[in-house]
């Protein structure tokens, strides 16, 4: 589909529920134009018939009655005014709520892949400005065309019915307004393009800046990060100035161009008026008619100029609007009989010959298969970059996989609806999310309906209640943007508790025990065992100590099983496993941990 097909089709996909407001807004606009085009006709009965001697002596007696009749006209035109104004605000904020809403929830169904392109503060950008910027042209400046174009047509036949040699003088200047007017729209568009694209990287150092306030303190970067603001300030500003100047030299020439229309509408009226071509009053209201017709075609401008913006924002838009969106299956029940995959009846979980690359060529996994009986704890053993994370990713189909294939139950993951997979697994990362709620709120995302026993027994579990209970407001202690108010270990705990009562079948540990001491390391491993029954406990982790209790371990080095077994089979092997443990492991631990 073109470009202008598709923009057609989003704006009436998004004007439903407006449709009515925006025809409304359209009909009470002609209604205030046709009214306004009547004001001119009664100054030149005024002059012509009534002060002029035309023998309409009433009404030379009782002026107050024209003065009247024009009072009406401008209460009726600022009534049908009024309906525009309000239709249009109605039509416009629904067209904008459906956008926004539209492109919110396509959002939370783009893959990661795509978010891992995308900058948070451009996403953020083309959600909000660049919404903006197309529903003021869709509805304002779309009325305004319809409302020109019915205004040019009843005033410029009016205008010919009263003299066609000075109707087609100013019909002379419409072409040329239309030339320069295309012009600078072609010129105002690919300056802002670059203003908003501008715009967009200013909005990410913001949104960095603030989400990473600790960082910033933590390291002394303040200067650095008011430096690298101020810069891409600049450019912004830069952008937005020469844009300005444009705008400043089009108006310019357009003030200018005006300016000679009005010269000579009333130039060579006075001189048709002497010649007696035509009356007094009618070129009284032939020179208001040119008037009212001078700044709505001066106006074409603008409205080209937001059409370039809102083009450029369409484009933006689109960009997110057509991106490829995760295939979830909402479906609840398959019948394998009917053609279609069963869920699985176990929660087994086998990767066999699987190989991924988040870039073309550089591979993160290679050849990589082992499995994982419901119910057991698999430990993961690793260096940075070994592959570790995007094992759980793609087990929970964060990024779709390339080759070989995954299964839970015997069923491929890729088979199973996406909703339903990731409620199977419950994780915690190294860097858990918390939102700016209460630590209640925060523990209860993934049941909102929870008890505050249940919400406590899942923060029991991960040794975090008493550190909860020592805040004045507890579990009503309101946590700052991204758990800021709490401590690290205190945040990882919060996260886990959230995991634990989700109560998932499959329990996934991406290095999450790191931030808490070895203490309550055991502590949150030995609650799991004696609280957690039957569930798949998947734990990641740079911490020998983390995993020595688990039923079988896997070593992953440079995206390859190297080894797997034991704790007990890979400490008596040589190999990564015995050396990390031997770096890791005081003389006292190891024998604590051979007793």
Excluded at 148 to 166: A, E
Excluded at 384 to 400: A, D, F, P
């Amino acid at each position: 589909m073109s470009k202008k097909g598709r923009k057609k089709e989003v704006i009436l996909r998004y004007f439903q529920g407006s449709k009515r407001y925006f025809a409304c807004a359209v009909g009470a606009s002609f209604v205030t134009t046709g009214l306004n085009a009547v004001t001119p006709q009664i100054f030149r009965f005024s002059i012509d018939e009534v002060l002029g001697g035309g023998g309409h002596e009433f009404l030379a007696k009782n002026l107050w009655l024209l003065a009247l009749s024009i009072v009406a006209v401008a209460v009726l035109s600022g009534g049908s005014t009024f309906v525009t104004r309000t239709c249009t605000a109605k039509a416009g904020e629904n067209f904008a709520k459906n956008m926004r809403d539209a492109l919110f929830v396509h959002v939370q169904r783009l893959p990661m892949s795509w978010h891992d392109q995308n900058q948070t503060g451009d996403i953020i950008q083309r959600c909000t400005s660049d919404v903006e910027v197309i529903r003021n042209f869709v509805v304002t400046q779309l009325l305004e065309v319809f409302r020109t174009v019915f205004l040019v047509g009843i005033s410029f036949g009016i205008m010919v019915s009263m003299n066609l040699k000075l109707a087609l003088v100013v019909l002379l200047f419409v072409p040329v307004v239309a030339i320069y007017s295309a012009v600078f729209y072609r010129l105002i568009a690919k300056r802002f393009t670059k203003a908003d694209e501008a715009e967009g990287e200013l909005s990410t150092v913001v949104q960095e800046n603030a989400t990473g306030v600790r960082v910033v303190r933590a390291f002394g970067r303040e200067q650095f990060e008011m430096d690298r603001f101020q810069e891409k300030n600049e450019i912004f500003a830069q952008m937005w100035i020469r844009l300005g100047t444009l705008s400043g030299l089009y108006w310019g020439v357009g003030d200018l161009i005006t300016g000679l229309q009005v010269v000579a509408v009333i130039v060579l009226g006075a001189v048709e008026a002497v010649h007696g071509n035509m009356s007094v009053g009618e070129f009284v209201a032939f020179a208001s008619y040119n008037t009212v017709l001078v700044w709505p075609v001066r106006g074409l401008g603008r409205i080209l100029s937001d059409m370039s913006k809102a083009g450029v924002s369409f484009e933006r838009v689109d960009y997110i609007i057509h991106g490829q969106e995760e295939a979830y299956k909402e479906t609840e029940s398959f019948d394998e009989n009917a053609g279609k995959q069963a869920f699985p009846k176990s929660m087994d979980i086998v990767f066999s010959h699987v190989s991924f690359a988040y870039e073309q060529g550089k591979h993160v996994l290679h050849d990589v298969s082992f499995s994982i009986p419901q119910g057991k704890t698999f430990g993961i053993l690793g260096g940075t970059g070994s592959g570790k994370s995007t094992v759980v990713q793609l087990l929970t189909r964060l990024y779709e996989l390339e080759e070989g294939t995954i299964t839970v139950g015997g069923v491929d993951i890729r088979k199973l609806p996406l909703t339903w997979l990731r409620r199977q697994v419950g994780m915690v990362l190294q860097e858990p999310f918390l939102y700016s709620r209460t630590i209640r709120e925060n523990i209860a995302a993934p049941v909102p309906g929870a008890s505050l026993e249940d919400i406590r027994e899942a923060a029991k579990t991960a040794c975090v209640d008493d550190a909860i209970m020592g805040f004045t407001d507890g579990y009503e202690t309101l946590v700052g943007e991204r758990g800021v108010t709490l401590s690290g270990g205190q945040r990882q705990r919060v996260a886990i508790a959230r995991m634990l009562l989700q109560k998932a079948p499959v329990m996934v540990f991406d290095d999450s025990l790191s931030a808490v001491d070895s203490q309550t390391d055991y502590q949150i491993r030995k609650a799991l065992k004696e609280r957690v029954n039957g569930a798949t406990v998947i734990l990641i982790s740079h911490r020998i100590t983390t995993l020595m209790s688990a039923d079988q371990i896997m070593v992953l080095n440079g995206g390859q099983v190297e080894q797997m077994g034991t704790h007990s089979e890979l400490i008596e092997r040589e190999g990564i496993y015995r050396q990390i443990y031997e770096i890791q492991m005081s003389g006292d631990d190891r024998k604590q941990v051979k007793q």
